[in-house]
């Protein structure tokens, strides 16, 4: 939950506040429903703990996207699709580290691309994803 909340509730927190303060809309506050343990055993371990669930909210679109750019990123390097660099310095291993750390980092997520259900991600949350990914790939190239 804190990764969502660093890379999608303040982005949205933020433009919330500037459209209320700029008068185009306005704050409302939806108490929404719990997923609660289907367990009728109070003794037997829940075999779906720990285990993300997504649904269609917007707020799964930063995070999926910064996966996806990272797994661009790596497939790039590692297939060797990217620029000569001018400056003579190169693209280094720690750029590979830190794109594997992040991609660790968002491991529901990427177990989420592979998933079905309620444990996958939506296929419209997907896309979304797909499309900003390409958009920051395509102005990053040239």
Partial sequence: MGRITVMSAW???FISVILKLVGIAETVFEV???DQSTSS????????AGRFTFDKSP?????????????TALATAFLGLRPQDQDELGSGSLEVIS??????CLWPFLKGLFGTGKYGIPLSTIFKSVGFTLLFYTL???
């Avoid at 707020?59 to 797994?71: A, D, N, R, S």
């Avoid at 794109?99 to 660790?104: A, G, Q």
């Fill in 32 to 34: 929404t429903r719990k």
């Fill in 11 to 13: 982005l949205f927190g």
């Fill in 59 to 71: 707020i799964f679109v930063p995070p999926t996207t910064i996966l996806l750019v990272q797994l």
């Fill in 99 to 104: 794109s594997v750390w992040l991609v660790f």
């Fill in 140 to 142: 990053c190239r040239n």
């Fill in 41 to 48: 055993d109070e003794g037997s371990e829940d075999t779906e």
